[in-house]
């Protein structure tokens, strides 16, 4: 049989929120537990007065409406002084942006602002990030448009700390409230030519029209008023300034990607004519910013000796070409003239010793291991000074592979090649177990490929102490020679190291006293 039950909803007060979207069911008092719960049916539980936003009690799914000049949403029932469905929508705003120096009217353009009756007040409200700091300015209202009235922006919006220009918002205030909607995303940016535009004359005259900025030649200054002593704004900038090129030095095969810093470099990277250094192109210039100038590679120069050249940068811009030159960049003859060793195990460790003349003159460095393939490893640099380059190869495959240097421009290749592993032979790691305290005797071990390592060195360890001793190598022995200890009856732990890496099980040898001569008597 059919059956049918009526209750009363709850209220947006008992589910904590204005609104929401709640399943229907049954709950049994006698059993204490549901009976029947919808998931197909939904109910949308709404309290009016909990609604805060116009566009959320307008929605058509409730039963409510906006009242524009109380502000709130009620029931659409209930009686309001002017109840709406349309909100409150700023459209535009003029200017956007306004400067700490000058007086300044904004209008905000928008739908749905309610018409004032006699004792409405108007105003704009402008407040920073954050809403630490707010100033309400009085304004009037006219067939859509409310226009603040002239006011000099509160100078605490951009403070002397800040680097000119501050992100704010501006929102319509109406008899005390502001309209929630029509406050969002309303940006507005105060600033101050001053320091916003203070670095050069492409920076100031750089920035987006509405600042109204421009700057003063003889004074060096970016203002929105006037430049002192009846000096005319600059419409144009004056020639390009070098101030700075970082890194100051690179080789002479060039390649170096430097940063030139400086003023009046244009405002777009297609304002940059040329970047010349004796003549030569600097090439793929990038990175463009008018604050933070240009970056490019610098060009390979026929010399081999040490050569400072000054930058030069030309610009055309609306037109007039200018020129400037300055700074110093230094060209290093840089020369790679030996690698060794030229080989080394497959497992890796081996250092390579690169030396030659400014290797240290580049900007990059890097240094890999070609296979076949094509496959990179990089050989990776522990220590670079001017003459020598200290690296320490990878793990790879046996076999020949292209060892190839590169700083900056400069590059150096030549074949380096991977030798199998070498094995030391168990046996021979126990053939000596016994030495006096004095040592010098011979530790010899077999094996094979001995040879390929670039360092071979048997480590003793006796307790903390620990004593290294280079060895000789051939393809099948290896030779070194026992340290003295510092007193008898103790005991090393022996390992052998080939290009840092542990081959072979380590051993243990006993020192004992020295042995003790007695002259005879004839």
């Known amino acids: 049989?059919?059956?049918?039950?009526?209750?009363?909803?709850?209220?947006?007060?008992?589910?904590?929120?204005?609104?929401?979207?709640?399943?229907?069911?049954?709950?049994?008092?006698?059993?204490?537990?549901?009976?029947?719960?919808?998931?197909?049916?939904?109910?949308?539980?709404?309290?009016?007065?909990?609604?805060?936003?116009?566009?959320?009690?307008?929605?058509?799914?409730?039963?409510?409406?906006?009242?524009?000049?109380?502000?709130?949403?009620?029931?659409?029932?209930?009686?309001?002084?002017?109840?709406?469905?349309?909100?409150?929508?700023?459209?535009?705003?003029?200017?956007?942006?306004?400067?700490?120096?000058?007086?300044?009217?904004?209008?905000?353009?928008?739908?749905?602002?309610?018409?004032?009756?006699?004792?409405?007040?108007?105003?704009?409200?402008?407040?920073?990030?954050?809403?630490?700091?707010?100033?309400?300015?009085?304004?009037?209202?006219?067939?859509?448009?409310?226009?603040?009235?002239?006011?000099?922006?509160?100078?605490?919006?951009?403070?002397?700390?800040?680097?000119?220009?501050?992100?704010?918002?501006?929102?319509?205030?109406?008899?005390?409230?502001?309209?929630?909607?029509?406050?969002?995303?309303?940006?507005?940016?105060?600033?101050?030519?001053?320091?916003?535009?203070?670095?050069?004359?492409?920076?100031?005259?750089?920035?987006?029209?509405?600042t109204r900025c421009f700057w003063c030649t003889a004074a060096r200054t970016c203002t929105v008023t006037t430049c002192p002593a009846r000096e005319n704004p600059a419409q144009t900038c004056p020639q390009p300034n070098i101030t700075q090129i970082i890194p100051g030095r690179g080789p002479t095969a060039g390649g170096t990607n430097i940063r030139i810093r400086g003023a009046n470099f244009g405002f777009v990277l297609s304002d940059i004519i040329s970047i010349t250094f004796n003549g030569a192109q600097c090439t793929n210039p990038n990175s463009f910013s008018v604050r933070d100038g240009v970056r490019c590679l610098t060009p390979a120069l026929g010399i081999t000796a040490v050569e400072k050249y000054p930058v030069v940068i030309r610009t055309r811009i609306e037109g007039a070409v200018a020129m400037g030159m300055g700074g110093s960049f230094e060209f290093r003859p840089t020369l790679v003239t030996s690698v060794t060793p030229a080989r080394g195990p497959a497992f890796g460790g081996t250092r390579l010793v690169v030396s030659g003349t400014d290797l240290d003159a580049a900007n990059s460095t890097t240094v890999s291991l070609v296979n076949s393939s094509s496959s990179s490893l990089p050989c990776a640099i522990t220590s670079l000074n001017s003459t020598t380059l200290i690296c320490t190869t990878p793990s790879a495959g046996v076999g020949d592979v292209q060892l190839a240097i590169r700083l900056d421009g400069y590059s150096f290749t030549r074949t380096f090649t991977y030798l199998p592993n070498p094995v030391i032979v168990p046996s021979t790691m126990t053939t000596r177990t016994r030495s006096p305290a004095a040592g010098g005797l011979p530790l010899v071990f077999d094996g094979t490929n001995l040879d390929g390592a670039g360092s071979a060195v048997a480590m003793f360890v006796f307790g903390s102490s620990v004593v290294n001793v280079t060895c000789s190598a051939t393809a099948t022995r290896l030779m070194c020679t026992i340290p003295p200890a510092a007193m008898a009856d103790v005991q090393a732990t022996v390992s052998v190291f080939l290009d840092g890496m542990m081959t072979g099980a380590s051993s243990q040898l006993t020192f004992d006293s020295n042995p003790t001569f007695i002259a005879e008597e004839h």
């Open 1 to 210: 049989a059919m059956a049918s039950f009526t209750c009363t909803s709850p209220t947006g007060s008992t589910l904590g929120k204005a609104f929401a979207l709640a399943s229907v069911g049954i709950f049994s008092v006698d059993l204490q537990r549901p009976l029947l719960v919808s998931t197909a049916v939904k109910l949308t539980v709404f309290e009016c007065d909990l609604i805060a936003r116009c566009e959320q009690c307008t929605d058509p799914r409730l039963n409510c409406g906006w009242c524009t000049f109380d502000n709130r949403c009620r029931r659409s029932t209930d009686s309001c002084a002017s109840q709406t469905t349309t909100c409150p929508v700023v459209t535009a705003i003029t200017p956007r942006a306004v400067s700490i120096d000058t007086t300044t009217t904004i209008a905000l353009t928008g739908t749905g602002f309610p018409i004032p009756r006699g004792g409405d007040v108007y105003q704009c409200s402008i407040a920073s990030p954050g809403g630490g700091l707010s100033q309400n300015i009085s304004a009037t209202y006219s067939a859509g448009t409310l226009t603040c009235s002239t006011f000099t922006l509160d100078s605490r919006f951009v403070p002397p700390g800040a680097s000119g220009s501050q992100n704010l918002t501006i929102a319509p205030v109406f008899n005390g409230y502001v309209m929630t909607n029509a406050s969002e995303l309303i940006p507005l940016t105060g600033y101050d030519c001053s320091r916003t535009g203070s670095a050069s004359c492409s920076v100031c005259l750089g920035l987006p029209l509405f």
